[in-house]
């Protein structure tokens, strides 16, 4: 079998594979976890591909994310499929699937290893842990912008063989288009530099004898670090719009909630749980929430791993390049994402492994393929294990898919994986409340305060819950206890004020029409509902005249 024919049977494979694994999702619903935000609430994408929608898709910034490519991309999916969720499922499957290809063809392409480079993209591909982002409609972003970020790595490769002006800006549009999905990719140009070294052996060091000729030719430090500034740049700038995004969606949380001791300690935790996770994936959750207490001993065993890991990829550097690059691959790619910007509750999550385990996978192909590969006994298990390997994670990620069917199985499963998952059972109070079990949705909200006390959406929640029986008191209460927590909740004044007009109690209830309207002014609910109470005031006050 000629090489060609290799390289197609892989990716035919590839293709295969990912396919049956991944088709349940066609018969997959919307959650209630996101999904509003992105598409079943938001009238901007349902319109599909209008004019108005790509003006706002360049601008909106209420997620805490500033990803209009992600956004025309949901409009792109329902101006052809309407609301068929399991279309929309299939869009991010037909995504996956182009980038473990993608994946493939960089690797073969760098390294000239055909089965190392298939087993990386086999791995990528079939990981438990990547099912968040293929599986949940919401994560467009992350297998959208990994589209662009491997289109950037094969346009640099383009440039590197034949360098000229038009290869560099391709390559640098590339990467601009990938930030647009997700700014998570900022760290693209140390990943460069990475391949730079290996597999591409573009650094080289003086040596005696060499001409002026010879120096010519060679790359040094400096030459390849200065060809990555306008990356480097365009990555800086892409990080300042993130911040101001999350900022402005209220999506950092401040040190007085997370001091940077716990977020240092738990990034420590999360770098060494996703190694653990990657070897063997249990227990897998779409929200793992922060521990109330780290043991010492978890720091510094954490801390004993990645130290002694990184110390022997600096001391092998010149004997196993491809460990240096995965682990510094995994390590860098990560730091935007482990926690010590905090970004929303959680403490770790599966999804922000879609670009980092691509280091690891490649340790753990070409580590193998090293000890593995002489001899003809050897050879048989350098073919058989990794069989073994993929028909394992194909099994595991068969199960994991599974449980993303809904939003009850999703939370069910994540409340039986993991301890004190407020976020869980909040998401499943939602689901059963559109289900309409009230009264067992009003248990898990509850469940979900006894666990976080100062937790403002399931006050929220449970407030609306309440204001759905009539039960107008203790909704009253519950929007104020939301309120004590996050003063920033449109929804939260805007359902008061409701709820305070039905009471008669209009002057308060106009207080807060005017607080949501200052934190999202023009909003058209909080606008009817202002000028409907200061009409029922002014005509109650001539009443009494």
């Known amino acids: ?100 290809l993608l994946l493939f063809i960089v690797l ?22 990547h099912v968040e982002s293929v599986a949940w409609i919401s994560e467009r972003k992350d297998v959208l912008s990994t589209f662009f970020c491997l289109w950037t790595m094969l346009s640099y490769l383009w440039y590197v063989n034949h360098p000229e002006s038009k290869r560099y800006l391709l390559t640098l549009f590339l990467f601009i288009l990938g930030l647009m999905a997700k700014s998570m990719i900022i760290t693209l140009p140390f990943v460069l530099l990475l391949i730079d070294y290996w597999p591409l052996c573009r650094f080289r060091m003086k040596k005696e004898g060499d001409t002026a000729n010879d120096l ?123 926690g010590l910007v905090q970004i929303g509750m959680q403490a770790r999550a599966d999804r922000y492994t879609y670009i980092p385990l691509i280091g690891l996978f490649i340790i753990i192909s070409w580590g193998f393929s090293l000890f593995w590969a002489e001899g003809r006994v050897r050879k048989i298990v350098f073919y058989l294990i990794p069989l073994v390997v993929i028909f394992g994670l194909t099994k595991m990620t068969w199960a994991q898919i599974k449980t993303w069917q809904n939003s009850i199985t999703l939370s069910r499963h994540a409340i039986n994986v993991t301890k004190n998952n407020f976020v869980a059972h909040d998401i499943l109070a939602d689901a059963l409340v559109e289900r309409h079990h009230i009264e067992e949705a009003r248990r898990h909200y509850q469940e979900a305060l006894k666990i976080n006390p100062r937790y403002s959406d399931g006050y929220y929640n449970l407030a609306n819950l309440f204001l759905k029986q009539n039960n107008l008191n203790e909704a009253v209460k519950n929007y104020y206890s939301a309120l004590s927590y996050n003063l920033t909740m449109k929804e939260a004044h805007n359902n008061l004020g409701v709820v305070l007009a039905r009471q008669g109690n209009l002057k308060e209830a106009i207080i807060h029409f005017q607080e949501a309207l200052k934190i999202k002014p023009n909003d058209p609910g909080a606008m009817k509902n202002l000028e409907k109470a200061l009409t029922m005031l002014e005509v109650n006050e001539n009443q009494k005249k």
């Open 1 to 100: 079998m000629t090489s060609k024919h290799q390289n197609i049977l892989i990716c035919l494979s590839l293709i295969i594979i990912t396919s049956l694994v991944y088709s349940p999702v066609r018969n997959f619903e919307f959650l209630n976890y996101d999904d509003s935000q992105y598409i079943t609430n938001n009238p901007y994408v349902q319109a599909g591909l209008t004019l108005n929608g790509l003006k706002w898709s360049s601008t909106d910034m209420s997620t805490g994310n500033w990803h209009p490519l992600t956004w025309i991309s949901h409009m792109v999916d329902c101006h052809f499929f309407d609301m068929n969720a399991g279309k929309h499922h299939l869009t991010n499957v037909l995504f996956h699937i182009a980038n473990s």
């Open 108 to 129: 073969r392409k760098t390294t000239g290893k055909l089965w190392q480079s298939g087993f990386v993209a086999a791995l990528f591909v079939l990981h438990p842990l």
């Open 216 to 338: 010519r030719k060679k790359f040094f430090t400096t030459t390849l670090v200065f060809e990555k500034i306008p990356f480097l740049l365009i990555a800086a700038v892409a990080g300042l719009v993130a911040v101001f995004s999350q900022q402005s969606g209220n999506a950092i949380a401040p040190l007085s909630k997370y001091p940077i001791g716990l977020r240092i300690t738990n990034a420590l935790i999360s770098f060494s749980m996703y190694i653990e996770k990657t070897i063997w994936p249990h227990d897998l959750a779409f929200f793992y929430p922060y521990q109330k207490i780290i043991e010492k001993w978890e720091v510094a065993a954490a801390c004993l791993v990645l130290g002694l890991i990184s110390f022997f990829s600096i001391k092998a550097v010149k004997r196993y390049p491809f460990f240096f690059v995965g682990w510094w691959w995994y390590i860098g790619t990560l730091i935007p994402v482990i």
